[in-house]
């Protein structure tokens, strides 16, 4: 449990320094617009990774299994303009209707 | 001065307003880390607190996804702390409009959270200071409560976390904010999600875990690329 402490601390102390980092530093200088365009990308690098992961990922493996299913319904919700808790719910909806009739 | 209050009052309940449908989605995302965080023998006090002092979806669930796989104590703290690099760049976006001292510009900071920083955005670069703390109010108070209700949940209702079809909703809640910075964002946006998929998925079955995370934004290199759009 130590190990889950030292990680919980770690994590609170950086959040809470990067997220003022930015606000603390902003009245001096300013990053290249490249810089800036690499920080820019991350937060969609990351999401990215993140729903592949989440969608995909299954004990360091890949799985095309039921929770797929859920996300892509979710896409294809969002892609129809629905909103995010629509999407979400309808996304776990169908990945337990799914396991229940299909697993 | 009291002008100035009167404003600042109405912007903050205008925030929490437009959090609170947000509220509602991190709250099922809450029950489900306390969930998650219970099946993976966390305790009862750690996820709370955890959910407390930190509340950030992503880097909790990426940390109870690392070390639920097995992964290192580096790993797990790398992974939450390059999704919650994000920060940094909102950060200074959001910057110029806290405000009074290095202190105080700090603590608001604390505030900015992905969905009430997107909400706040206003024309021209300006950003709604009190809308954006307004917005994180309630969903900060959904995480949390949720967070202990998926902890306390008995183990015959919420426990089982899979049955319920929980862990599909974090992947779909990210699309939703991936598909919203697509739709806003550069054609190089788009060329980053793609690069970003595909190292994840190269990745996934051959590095341990969180790395394919970490790897992936290496994607955001694209942005030392002329910019054409």
Known sequence: MSTLWVVIVAVTLASAAIKAAGPVLSGGREFSPRVNAVIALL????LTALVVTGTFGEGGRLALDE???????????LALRAPVLVAVVLAAVVTALARLFLG | MRNEAGRGSEGYLAGMRAGLPFALVVGVVAISFG????????????PIVFSVVTYSAAAQFAVATVLGAGGGVFVAIAAAVLLNARFLPMGMAVGPFLKGGPLRRALEAQTIITTSWALAIRTGGRFDRAFMIGATVPQYLAWTVGTTVGV??????????ERLGLDAIFPAFFLALLIGELRSGQKRTIAATALAAVLA?????IAPPGIPV???????????RESSS
Not at chain 1, 43 to 46: F, G, Q, S, W, Y
Not at chain 2, 39 to 46: I, K, N, R, T
């Open chain 1, 43 to 46: 937060t969609p690098a990351l």
């Open chain 1, 67 to 77: 929770r797929a299913l859920g996300v892509g319904v979710a896409a294809v919700a």
């Open chain 2, 35 to 46: 969930v998650l965080a219970r099946s993976l023998g966390w305790g009862v006090l750690a």
């Open chain 2, 152 to 161: 306390l949940a008995p183990a015959g209702g919420l426990g089982d976390f």
């Open chain 2, 201 to 205: 998925t190269a990745l996934v079955p």
């Open chain 2, 214 to 224: 970490l790897a992936a934004c290496g994607a955001a290199l694209l942005g030392l």
